[in-house]
């Protein structure tokens, strides 16, 4: 008995239907992995894409070494504190594109540091890895370090200063937008 053929609606060759997730499924295995991938790829360079993934190295990195800190970190809040900032306090000079952003844990996960909002802020790839696990103060000075502390409080809560900082929000999302735009058009 001759086997049923189906066309893939996308590599569009006729295969058998063995080729097919199901009868119903319109691309074949192959074409259907690679979209897949494709789709993996582009969620990796979005905002949520970018937190899922740096909330999973930063829980890696605590697994791997043991560390005891409290980690009640979520993908939602970096996403909101991405969206938030639109400069690296570190050296206060704006983010070019998302592949130029990375979560920074204030006080080192090494250190005790939580796993925690409160203890995050987004920097540049490259103050990142100048940091590495010391101090801010160490790296940036005492004035800088400051400033962070400052910074990681209004985390915990401080209505005055969320109120504050929340009127810069729509701004601060339109320019990312228009820098989401810019990478997509790049990338293309
Ligand atoms: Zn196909
Ligand atoms: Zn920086």
Redesign the pocket.
């Known amino acids: 008995m001759k086997k049923q053929t189906k066309i ?1 609606a ?2 569009k ?1 006729g295969l058998t239907i063995d080729n097919f997730y199901d009868a119903k499924r319109i ?2 295995v ?2 259907e992995r690679k979209t897949a991938r494709n789709r993996m790829r582009e969620y990796g360079r979005t905002i949520r894409g970018k937190a899922s993934c740096a909330l999973k190295h930063a829980r890696q990195n605590i697994k791997k070494n043991g560390y005891d800190v409290k980690d009640d970190l979520t993908v939602d809040q970096l996403v909101d504190a991405f969206e938030f900032f639109d400069t690296c306090p570190y050296c206060d000079k704006p983010f070019e594109s998302l592949a130029d952003i990375s979560i920074e844990h204030i006080v080192p996960l090494s250190k005790g540091g939580y796993n925690t909002i409160s203890n995050i802020c987004i920097v540049h790839k490259s103050c990142n890895s100048k940091k590495q696990d010391r101090d801010v103060a160490e790296v940036f000075g005492n004035e800088k370090a400051a400033e962070i502390k400052e910074y990681a409080e209004w985390k915990r809560g401080d209505e005055k200063h969320a109120r504050e900082l929340e009127k810069m929000v729509e701004k601060t999302i339109k320019r990312l937008e228009g820098l989401f735009a810019d990478v997509f058009l790049y990338l293309q």
Do not use: H, I
């Open positions: 893939c996308l590599c060759r691309y074949c192959e074409c």
